[in-house]
Every structure is written in C-alpha cells, then in structure tokens.
C-alpha cells in the first residue's frame, strides 16, 4: 500500500503519494451522499440574500488571500471579514429582537433564543438498543462493549499510518524541506524600527 512512499527520497512526491492513497481510502470509505432536508431542518431567518452573497464572495476572496503575499490584498480581505461579521451580527441581533418584541411570552422566548444560539437540548438520549452483528440488543453492558471495542479497532487500523508518516518527517528532516501542499502561509520577517540591517529589529 505505501510502496510508493517508501522508494522515493523527494519530500514532496512521497507525500504527494502517501496523501492520495490516503484521500483515495478516506473517500472509498465514507463516498458523499445527497441528503434531503426535510422541513424539521433549523432554518436561519436571519440570512438574507445579501449575506449569502457576501459569505460566497468572502470564500472566494479567501481562495485568493491563501496564496496572494499583496499587503493592500490582504488588508481589502482582513476589512472585508471584519464587516460581514458586523453586518451577520446586527442581522441577528435585529432577528432576535423581532422575535422578542412580538411574542406574548417574551422570557420563554429568551430562552428559546438562547438554547437555539448556544446548540443545547433538553435531556440526553442514550442509546436504549443498537444492531450488534445483524442483531437488535438492548443490553447496556453489551452495547458498550460494543462502542470500546468498534473505537479499539479505529486505532490499531491508525498504526498502519504510522511509519509512512515517520518515513515522510525523517526523509524531511534530513533534506531539511517541507512538503509544499501543507504550506498555507508565508512566514516574512517584520521590521519594527531602527536599523534594518540589525537582526533584533
């Protein structure tokens, strides 16, 4: 499986080969699925059109702000940011205080806002039964074996990434490089003030 990995010496083709079988497994292991929402889904009435475009052109800006080292570009993006953040949460805000404003019970309403912003439900649901091999069980003791046992065998199947990574670091280690598709910033050095030859400024 990692063959291509361990006969190369370049940092970058070796992690270029160890990542694509990797993707290649990932994706043959959980393919996407189309799912359709139903009219149960948690709807965001605070999103208008306006910040669906934003949030669109921001990913795009983001796409360009990952590889662009322009100064101005990326203080347009870090701005651009900055505003649609202000913009989703006078949104929200605006939303929330409608809501309040015309409901008949205004603190159950506070509460529902709150439990809706901070994601918490009543109650917790525990498993009652889950299938075991094929069989429905609803024996506790039985279904928590099950859980250690199903999460045992996710980490002895994550020692067989063990030594192509050990093979990538050491291989970069010693051709004191860094694989060039886990570089997302450039490190530049800053100038603060005085003499711009002098290494501590």
Sequence with gaps: MWDDVFSGNDVDTIFNSFLNTYLRIFHSSFPLKRIITSSKTKVNNWITLGIKISCRRKWELYLLYRNNNDANFKNYYKLYCRTISNVI????????DRLIVNSENKMKTTWNIVKSV???????????????????????????????????????????????????????????????RLKYFVVEPLFKKGDNKDIKN
């Design 118 to 180: 901070t994601g918490k439900r009543s109650g917790n649901k525990l498993f009652e039964s889950v299938y075991i091999n094929g069989t429905l069980t609803d024996n506790q003791q039985l279904i928590a074996d099950s859980f250690q046992n199903y999460f045992l065998l996710i980490v002895l199947y994550s020692i067989l990434l063990i030594a192509p990574l050990n093979y990538i670091c050491n291989r970069s280690n010693l051709s004191v490089s860094f694989p060039t």
């Design 89 to 96: 949460n006078a949104a929200k805000r605006l939303h929330y």
